[in-house]
């Protein structure tokens, strides 16, 4: 809502919040019934069932008797977002590879395709052409128009306007992505960091749904990290914050593209991980969690993974006692660790962080909403600013 | 680094007088997208239903997670799980999602099927894979579309905890999209640490998803190399003429047919 304090909110601007209140919120928890939407929303019944009224003329949400009743009374309306009714497109480029989604109103994925980046594919102008033509031919599959375009890309990223500075795994550098997608596909395109997407994947959908203090760890070649403090994304000037791979953790080890040396990323990305399982660089990444399923006793767990799991460690120690969060998700790469290496990190980041302590624990956990993780977040990303013209 | 799953050397095979597979090799690893490529009767098929145990062969070894093993019908192969799904979408129009999964091996005792346990399995597998365009899984399998057809004849692989699936052109009766959707599937199942095997005629759709390219020319495997360290114009080259370059056969002054 744009009214300041000095001036009053009229009564149709008043009327579109609560419409885009009410439309955010079944977008995001899913089907909820009129009463519970009455509650949620602080609103008056009669007013729900006027938007509901509105937007079930516009063909955007259903209602339906539920199923299942709930307490005394007439039950009350169930009422469902309709997928179709606003689509957008969610990118997420990758180093190896870029998938790309159809996403409708309330998160479910009605198109999908993804493909290697070998070579020249992974040249801006090769993605961004392949992004287009298959964004085209999975709209025309759906015979809905996209209103919106998320994109995730492994790199340092302006906000404003999709400007990617650098993604060195990419070898990309000062591409005006959000602007040459949004030219050529005609609706607003928003462009950010991979971790920071994430992050607001697992705020909104995933397992820190509810926490107001999470950081997301992503791991694929790079290592980046999201961070969600008290409940917003923390950006940092022009959006630039999120590279927790590049924290040293040993001022004397490997050097790094970035100009420094022993960078979090150079001991626990996916190149580290392929170090310790003895595999030759650029193995698949189903290879690489497929000789991690293979580590199953706590011995052969404790003799390839030990060092690793030493750097995993010390990183996690230094971002719980910055960022202060509840909540640490691993992402990516880090899902296909060895559970029980997964489940006592926690414990080990409590014995050796004043933070962790402090807050009764942080949990570090595996994220489980695979690998689709940046899809979701990138289709947020999209949604946010069109939600409110649907 | 471990043993591949799936390691086939020397297999040959004749249909009475017609020797249609020569010695060939082949290595799946876990986690890799391995495209079996070749011209119209190089074989393909024959070689998927060999080790599918549909045809026996006349000689030949296969290790399977490092130990040798014997394929001597379709049980055998499925015993050791390895999952085949064809192109002509092989499921039971008749029957839901669920029990199309689970068709033959269904659970519960006596007369009693466990449909709430199957049922939930069902959903999960799916959720697993990210399938989210199947609305509810007792869809009876006539209403859907060929690509969510195809889904489901995957993710039935899923359900059994395959080790190894074979794709015989799952795309081959699919229109564009649908074809795309498939092909994200194929990855995602190598992605959990699955070997593919994936028969295609599309080279494009190959160089998309695939990790390593195996090339079949008259019955002999010329070169089995990863899809990186090599181009389209190469692969086209050994399909049709056995060899590109020092890939594939030998010259002809040099080698003994």
Redesign the interface.
């Known amino acids: 809502m744009t009214s300041t304090p000095t001036a009053g909110a009229r009564p149709d601007e008043v009327r579109r919040h609560n419409r885009t209140a009410l439309l955010r919120r079944l977008h995001v928890a899913g089907p909820t019934t009129r009463a519970a939407l009455a509650t949620e929303l602080g609103l008056n019944r009669s007013t729900i069932k006027a938007l509901v009224d509105g937007l079930a003329e516009s063909g955007v949400v259903e209602e339906r008797l539920p199923r299942a009743r709930s307490g005394a009374g007439r039950p009350s309306l169930l009422v469902l977002p309709q997928a179709h009714a606003a689509v957008v497109v969610a990118v997420d480029i990758r180093v190896d ?1 870029v ?1 790309i989604a159809v996403v409708g109103l309330g998160g ?9 980046l ?2 020249r ?1 992974s040249e801006p102008d090769e993605v961004i052409t392949h992004v287009i033509e ?1 964004t085209q ?2 709209a ?2 759906l015979g809905v128009p996209t209103i919106g375009v998320g994109v995730s890309v492994p790199g340092v990223v302006r906000r404003s306007d999709g400007f990617v500075h650098e993604a060195p795994n990419l070898r990309w550098s000062r591409l005006p992505l959000g602007e040459r997608l949004s030219a050529a596909l005609g609706v607003p395109v928003r462009v950010a960091n991979d971790a920071e997407i994430a992050a607001l994947a697992e705020h909104l959908r995933g397992a820190a749904r509810g926490s107001l203090d999470a950081v997301y760890i992503s791991a694929d070649i790079g290592v980046g990290g999201g961070v969600i403090s008290d409940g917003v994304t923390l950006r940092g000037t022009a959006g630039y914050l999120g590279e927790l791979g590049h924290m040293v953790v040993d001022h004397r080890g490997r050097p790094c593209y970035c100009g420094s040396r022993g960078c979090w990323e150079t001991e626990v990305g996916e190149l580290a991980l392929c170090r310790a ?3 030759p660089e ?1 193995t ?8 991690l ?2 580590l199953t006793t706590p011995r052969q767990i404790a003799d390839v993974l030990g060092e690793f799991r030493e750097f995993l460690t010390v990183g996690l120690v230094n971002i719980v006692n910055v960022f202060g969060p509840e909540l640490v998700v691993l992402g990516d790469l880090f899902t ?1 660790l060895p559970p029980p290496l997964i489940a006592d990190l926690g414990a080990e980041v409590s014995r050796r962080s004043l933070v962790s302590r402090a807050v009764g624990g942080t949990r570090v956990m595996a994220s489980t909403m ?3 993780v940046k899809l979701i977040g990138a289709a947020e990303l999209a949604f946010e600013p069109v939600l409110d013209s649907v | ?2 043993d591949p ?1 799936l390691e086939i050397t020397g297999l040959n095979k004749s249909f009475g007088p017609v020797h249609v597979l020569h010695d060939v090799d082949l290595t799946v ?5 391995t495209a079996l490529v070749g011209d119209n009767g190089a074989g393909k098929s024959t070689l998927v239903k060999c080790i599918a145990g549909i045809h026996p062969t006349d000689s030949g070894r296969v290790a399977f997670n490092g130990g040798p093993v014997s394929i001597n019908g379709p049980r055998d192969a499925a015993d050791l799980g390895i999952e085949v799904v064809y192109q002509d979408l092989a499921l039971a129009d008749n029957l839901d999602i669920v029990q199309n999964m689970f068709l033959g091996r269904e659970r519960g005792s006596g007369w009693l099927l466990d449909e709430a346990s199957m049922e939930k399995a069902a959903r999960d597998t799916l959720a ?1 894979l ?1 399938v ?2 199947v609305k509810s899984v007792r869809t009876p399998v006539a209403s859907l579309s060929g690509g969510q057809r195809q889904t489901v004849a995957i993710a039935k692989s899923v359900l059994w905890e395959s080790k190894v699936v074979l794709l015989d052109e799952p795309t081959a009766a699919l ?4 074809t ?2 498939v ?2 599937l194929v ?2 199942l ?5 070997g593919v095997v994936l028969i295609s005629h599309n080279m494009a759709d190959v ?5 390593r390219i195996a090339t079949l020319y008259l019955g002999r495997m010329v070169a089995q190399v990863p ?2 360290d090599v181009t389209h114009a190469q692969v086209v080259e050994l399909i049709t003429a056995g060899r590109s370059g020092d890939l594939g056969l030998a010259r002809p002054e040099s080698a003994t047919v």
């Open positions: 590879q998938a479910e994925m009605l198109g999908r395709n993804s493909w290697n070998h070579g594919a298959s031919v999975l025309a599959d399982l003895r595999l650029g698949p990444r189903g290879a690489v969690v497929a000789e399923r293979a296909a695979g690998s689709d | 680094m471990s799953i690893r876990a986690g890799e997208v697993s990210s989210r365009t229109g564009v999209a649908q795309r959707q092909l994200d990855r995602r190598a992605e959990q640490g699955l160089f998309e998803v695939a990790d899809t990186r």
